[in-house]
């Protein structure tokens, strides 16, 4: 099980962190429906669109929806080693796939991984990434891994991701790590409810991106879904979207 602390970082930046591991986090952003898949109906994929993107609505929910707005500089620790660099690179190829973000690594960031090897370089990461109170760090402290995503609120474009991947993580976990953190680093950092159907659910643990998954990624980044878009105007254009995409 799995969900998100998701917290307002200064009064025109969004911050969010999303943690993964923690049975006690099932606290925001969660939709009330379960077992969505692709094949759900339109309405209840628009809805799960919808809490992916910005939580649950009346309750801990985004203002606006946020993505990135240009090229994505990304940054490597030069500690991880080739082939967790390897799966990490092909995560983001996939990725600019399904959404055309440009990603170019080795700018500046953009998005930033951190490989922490120890609980020492642990704590001190924690304590300089923009983690706004002492109990969403100790929350963080206890993840499997997580991301730190801040946004310009006005205009709802992405400009920092800190995507955590302990080194200590056994290799499915990384691997499942990699997918969800950079997935939803990309503007969907909300759970929902898809049991296996899902690399956002918070009940289930698949390894890789699954075709719903893909489908929300490729609505996100659709051109006609812009950035800063409110609730009321992705109510009116995501069912469309999720039609054409399908």
């Known amino acids: 099980m799995q969900c998100n602390i998701r917290f307002r970082k200064h009064i025109n930046n969004l911050a969010r962190i999303a943690a993964v591991g923690l049975v006690s986090l099932y606290l925001f952003g969660c939709s ?26 009346g309750r801990f929910s985004d203002d606006v929806l946020s993505k990135w707005c240009g090229p994505v500089g990304v940054t490597l ?91 200590a993580l056994d290799g499915p976990s990384f691997d499942h790590c990699i997918v969800e953190e950079f997935s939803q680093s990309m503007g969907l950092p909300n759970d929902i409810d898809a049991g296996d159907g899902s690399i956002f659910s918070r009940t289930g643990r698949p390894q890789a991106r699954t075709p719903l998954d ?27 979207l999720i039609r054409k995409h399908r």
């Not at 339109?42 to 993107?53: D, I």
């Not at 490729?218 to 469309?240: F, I, M, N, Q, W």
Request: charged letters at 25%; glycine letters at 6%.
């Open 214 to 240: 893909d489908l929300f990624l490729k609505v996100l980044y659709d051109p006609a879904l812009e950035a800063g878009s409110s609730r009321t105007e992705l109510e009116a254009a995501v069912p469309d």
């Open 77 to 167: 620790p030069a500690a991880v080693p080739d082939d967790r660099r390897e799966r990490v690179l092909s995560e983001l190829n996939s990725l600019s796939g399904l959404t055309a973000v440009d990603f170019q690594v080795g700018a500046d960031p953009g998005i930033e991984m951190h490989y922490p090897a120890t609980s020492t370089e642990m704590g001190i990461l924690i304590a300089a990434l923009p983690i706004d109170s002492a109990a969403n760090r100790r929350r963080v402290t206890s993840a499997r891994c997580f991301f730190v995503l801040q946004a310009d609120q006005e205009t709802g474009c992405l400009f920092k991701a800190d995507v955590v991947l302990p080194a």
């Open 32 to 57: 009330s429906y379960r077992g969505i898949s692709v094949r759900s109906s339109n309405e209840n994929v628009s809805e799960a669109f919808l809490t992916a993107a910005l939580g649950r609505e």
